[in-house]
């Protein structure tokens, strides 16, 4: 007998196409992402359990509750949408980069302000702008009185909590060099987790912030970090996006996207260097 497709069972909650369109529009309303039909049953299963915690019936009930802007709730229907897969020093070249080229030019270049400063978009639940701090302090460490700071922000409260504590389970630090867990982390008590120590911690504000609203800093960004971001966006929300990134930056600038995404067709900005690194053009 053959298997049924899961979509063919019979589901806990009526799950419409009208009711998918609906949730399409108010994802992209909301937080400017695109989804595509495949991503029907995914959305299905975390918004499942949104309407399970609230106890509400159906899912009329709960885009009522998001299409009158209830608060709380419009930041938890964020939280269940976005996609949080990260690591420490994921795409490890962007890091060596980082190290070898970058820092060094700013410490070059930056004499006469001693300030540099980075932001991580999108930064989850802080493994990346930990990985830059490591790598920050590790090449610049001399540099005692330089004014270094690092932004990190996200849209899902969740995850930015997480980021803040620091706090991390022994899994999720196996592939660290043992010498960086050692110099940069405290294990806690006696159990399997870790916490990041408070000389990287204090390098770093991380702020709640959504793409597609104003952006409250001014930059000038020495280095931004936007990995694994703009490739939920339409291409005119990405054209938006790096354009307004554009602003914060200075010619020579640098803006490092995931590996999978490119600037092709979305902004002339940026000129790329090497493996999603682009240096910012001028004027």
Same mark, same amino acid.
């Given at each position: 007998m053959p298997v049924k497709p899961e979509s063919a069972f019979a589901r806990e909650y009526e799950f419409s196409e009208q009711t998918f369109q609906r949730l399409r529009r108010l994802?992209? /309303?909301? %937080?400017?992402i695109s989804l595509a039909d495949s991503k029907r049953e995914l959305v299905y299963r975390r918004l499942s359990r949104r309407l399970r915690a609230l106890q509400l019936e159906d899912f009329e009930s709960y885009l009522r509750l998001i299409e009158q802007r209830h608060p709380e709730e419009l930041q938890n229907f964020c939280n269940a949408i976005t996609t949080n897969l990260t690591a420490f020093f994921r795409e490890h070249y962007h890091f060596d980069f980082l190290a070898q080229q970058l820092l060094p030019a700013l410490e070059r270049n930056n004499a006469d302000t001693r300030r540099i400063r980075i932001w991580s978009a999108g930064c989850s639940s802080g493994e990346e702008p *930990?990985?830059?701090?490591?790598?920050? +302090?590790e090449t610049l460490g001399h540099l005692r009185d330089w004014n270094l700071r690092i932004l990190a922000t996200d849209i899902d409260s969740d995850v930015l909590?997480?980021?803040? !504590?620091?706090? *991390?389970?022994?899994?999720?630090?196996?592939?660290?060099?043992?010498? #960086?867990l %050692? !110099?940069?982390?405290r294990r806690v008590g006696r159990s399997r987790q870790y916490r990041v120590g408070q000389e990287l911690r204090q390098l770093i504000s991380f702020k709640s912030l959504n793409l597609i609203d104003?952006?409250?800093?001014?930059?000038? =960004?020495?280095?931004?970090?936007?990995?694994?971001? /703009?490739? *939920? =966006?339409d291409r005119r929300t990405q054209s938006d996006i790096v354009e307004r990134m554009? !602003? %914060?930056? #200075?010619?020579?600038?640098? +803006?490092? %996207?995931?590996?999978?995404?490119?600037? +092709?067709?979305?902004?002339? #900005? *940026?000129?790329?260097? #090497?493996?999603?690194?682009?240096?910012?053009?001028?004027?």
């Open positions: 994802v992209h /309303v909301e %937080l400017g *930990y990985s830059i701090a490591m790598v920050a +302090l909590e997480h980021a803040r !504590r620091g706090i *991390y389970g022994g899994e999720r630090l196996e592939k660290l060099d043992a010498a #960086r %050692l !110099r940069w982390f104003p952006w409250p800093m001014k930059g000038p =960004f020495d280095v931004i970090f936007c990995r694994n971001v /703009v490739i *939920y =966006f554009a !602003r %914060l930056q #200075r010619p020579g600038d640098h +803006l490092i %996207l995931g590996h999978s995404e490119s600037l +092709l067709e979305v902004s002339a #900005r *940026y000129r790329l260097i #090497r493996q999603a690194i682009h240096r910012r053009l001028g004027p």
